[in-house]
């Protein structure tokens, strides 16, 4: 999986359950950048190395990053991707499982959704 597919994927889910949404900016300097509403930026980088699901969880933590700091300085709840058992609580960890890229949460280990399909 390429990095502009990656990122796609994980977006997705950003859009589906996110309530503050990036502004996602090319920069010569640090690659891809998001950008939060409050002016806060965050670049993501792919690692070289690691399978397809590898590659995609270290874009989703990436991202759950950003989310979360854009989310607390708009003063939401700062908790991305939501755990659908325990709302509010924790975010569900991105993690590989039988080489898949999912969404797991941390409290019971349980895979809640493949990223990209929340």
Sequence with gaps: MEFAEALETVLRDLQAQCAVQPHIRADDRFGIMLWAPDGSGQGLTSPLGG???????????????????????????AVWPQCPTHPDTHPLTATVRTDTAVWVCPKRGTAVARIGEL
Excluded: K, Y
């Excluded at 990436?62 to 709840?77: K, M, P, T």
């Design 51 to 77: 399978t397809a699901a590898q590659r995609l969880v270290h874009l989703a933590d990436q991202v759950q990053d950003w989310a979360v700091e854009a989310l607390w300085s708009e003063g939401a709840s």
